[in-house]
T-cell receptor, first 110, second 112 residues
Framework: DAGITQSPRHKVTETGTPVTLRCHQTENHRYMYWYRQDPGHGLRLIHY???????DKGEVSDGYSVSRSKTEDFLLTLESATSSQTSVYFC?????????FGQGTRLTVV | TQLLEQSPQFLSIQEGENLTVYCNSSSVFSSLQWYRQEPGEGPVLLVTVVTGGEVKKLKRLTFQFGDARKDSSLHITAAQPGDTGLYLC????????????FGQGTILTVHP
């Protein structure tokens, strides 16, 4: 157990509203990641962080922003939610080459 | 470009059958990981293989790393319904490289 907690676990939001998902880790890992998982697409990297205030884009970063002001927290913000952002979002950390995931957030944009 | 190619994408079998899932690449890896994801949960690490030719066993699951460290396989003996899930191979990069890379996954369904 890598001590990763995602919140909320489920959220329904309206199109055009901002949404923030939170990932919290308890073990001081440097690298943190946000993925989305959709049928037929596998895990797709949105953004990742390699330290406090150090972030970089992944392959599907449009419409998303991230922030990491503390080692333990990595926030993912959907600036103006769209229906195409309905998905399951996973946070992960990397520890010596191995990934450990949170339980996911199921987001529905209506 | 998909760095890790998994096959097959879907596998539907009866309880008791054997199966193999493959993870292939044209690149050489320092290690490879295998994960299992059950519905409604995040992927969970099963094993890491490091040495070319290495074989690791986890109960009825056998993991092998290719001699050239470009490919890996997961073999399940006498599959059970509890083995149902998504199986992913992945690579966590070197000690300083940040990105994680995953195959597209194999969805396994084992019917009673």
């Amino acid at each position: 157990d890598a001590g990763i907690t995602q919140s909320p676990r489920h959220k329904v939001t309206e199109t055009g509203t901002p949404v923030t998902l939170r990932c919290h880790q308890t073990e001081n890992h440097r690298y943190m990641y946000w993925y989305r998982q959709d049928p037929g697409h596998g895990l797709r990297l949105i953004h990742y962080s390699y330290g406090v205030k150090d972030t970089d884009k992944g392959e599907v970063s449009d419409g998303y922003s991230v922030s990491r002001s503390k080692t333990e927290d990595f926030l993912l913000t959907l600036e103006s939610a769209t229906s195409s952002q309905t998905s399951v979002y996973f946070c992960a950390i990397r520890a010596t080459g191995e990934a450990f995931f949170g339980q996911g957030t199921r987001l529905t944009v209506v | 470009t998909q760095l890790l190619e998994q096959s097959p994408q879907f596998l539907s079998i009866q309880e008791g059958e054997n199966l193999t899932v493959y993870c292939n690449s044209s690149s050489v890896f320092s290690s490879l990981q295998w994960y299992r994801q059950e519905p409604g949960e995040g992927p969970v690490l099963l094993v890491t293989v490091v040495t070319g030719g290495e074989v690791k066993k986890l109960k009825r699951l056998t993991f092998q790393f290719g001699d050239a460290r470009k490919d890996s396989s997961l073999h399940i003996t006498a599959a059970q319904p509890g083995d149902t899930g998504l199986y992913l191979c992945g690579w966590g990069g070197g000690t300083s490289y940040g990105k994680l890379t995953f195959g597209q996954g194999t969805i396994l369904t084992v019917h009673p």
